[in-house]
């Protein structure tokens, strides 16, 4: 299993940023796939989700109306496109899987932990900085 986080880079508040994961080693289609970032000093903080087959989302509350996820598991891709970002976004974000089980999404904080505490894999994510 692997999963290589790529996109990142240093922007300014306002500006947006996509990041990229390529995954492999799993089957992709039967987990829901998401994005997690950590801060220094932070605890990891599960970002959005995606589930496979009806592709059915969920977004922390800090980046909603902000943050898109979506998934191409022809592919083996999951992105995220961050618009109107903040300082506070400033982060390494990582790639990993978000539940198991097609059509299955987390639905709370505490979901989202609960599956990235079970995740193996982590890889060496992509660091985001927003700073004027």
């Known amino acids: 299993v692997q999963v290589v986080e790529s996109g990142g880079g240093l922007v300014q508040p306002g500006d947006s940023l996509k990041l990229s994961c390529a995954a492999s080693g799993f089957n992709m289609d039967l987990y829901a796939m998401g994005w997690f970032r950590q801060a220094p000093g932070k605890e990891r903080e599960g970002v959005a989700c995606i589930s496979s087959r009806d592709l059915r989302t969920y977004y922390a509350d800090s980046v909603k109306g902000r943050f898109i996820i979506s998934r191409d598991d022809t592919q083996n891709t999951v992105t995220l496109q961050m618009s109107n970002l903040k300082t506070e976004d400033t982060a390494v974000y990582y790639c990993?899987?978000?539940?198991?089980?097609?059509?299955?999404?987390?639905?709370?904080?505490?979901?989202?932990?609960?599956?990235?505490?079970?995740?193996?894999?982590w890889g060496q994510g992509t660091q985001v900085t927003v700073s004027s």
């Open positions: 990993a899987t978000c539940g198991r089980g097609s059509g299955y999404v987390p639905t709370t904080p505490d979901e989202v932990a609960y599956w990235a505490r079970r995740f193996d894999h």
